[in-house]
């Protein structure tokens, strides 16, 4: 186990045991390292919140998305959010056959 993966992923938020438990996992410790060099925040701290939404991308990133995962790294360290979280939700979750007007106020969250 690397120490200097516990870290590099406690500069995210997560606990020691969460960054011990995360850097277990052979899929996700390097996607997760990547983002986080991304992001920039190798050297820094981040908020409790950008370190969650960086550990979902790492954690829910597709093979079709993964080329522009450090767009979306820096999206996140950057807060534009909006551009990217309301694409993601809606690829991510299952909705019931779409309806035009219920989507209208999720689109204006998003803008």
Do not use: W
């Given at each position: ?10 500069n995210?938020?997560?606990t ?11 899929n996700l410790a390097?996607?997760l ?7 920039g ?9 950008t ?5 979902a ?7 079709g998305?993964?080329?522009?995962l ?7 360290r ?7 979280i ?14 035009t ?6 689109f204006?969250?998003?803008?």
């Amino acid at each position: 186990m690397s120490d200097d993966l516990v870290l590099l992923f406690q500069n995210i938020g997560l606990t020691e045991s969460k960054a011990k438990e995360t850097v277990k996992n052979k899929n996700l410790a390097p996607t997760l390292e990547k983002v986080i060099h991304s992001a920039g925040f190798q050297d820094k701290h981040s908020e409790k919140s950008t370190g969650a939404l960086l550990y979902a991308l790492a954690s829910t990133i597709t093979p079709g998305a993964a080329p522009h995962l450090d767009y979306l790294a820096r999206a996140i360290r950057d807060s534009c959010v909006g551009f990217f979280i309301c694409p993601f939700v809606l690829v991510v979750t299952p909705f019931p056959p779409l309806q035009t007007s219920r989507l209208t106020p999720f689109f204006f969250f998003c803008l």
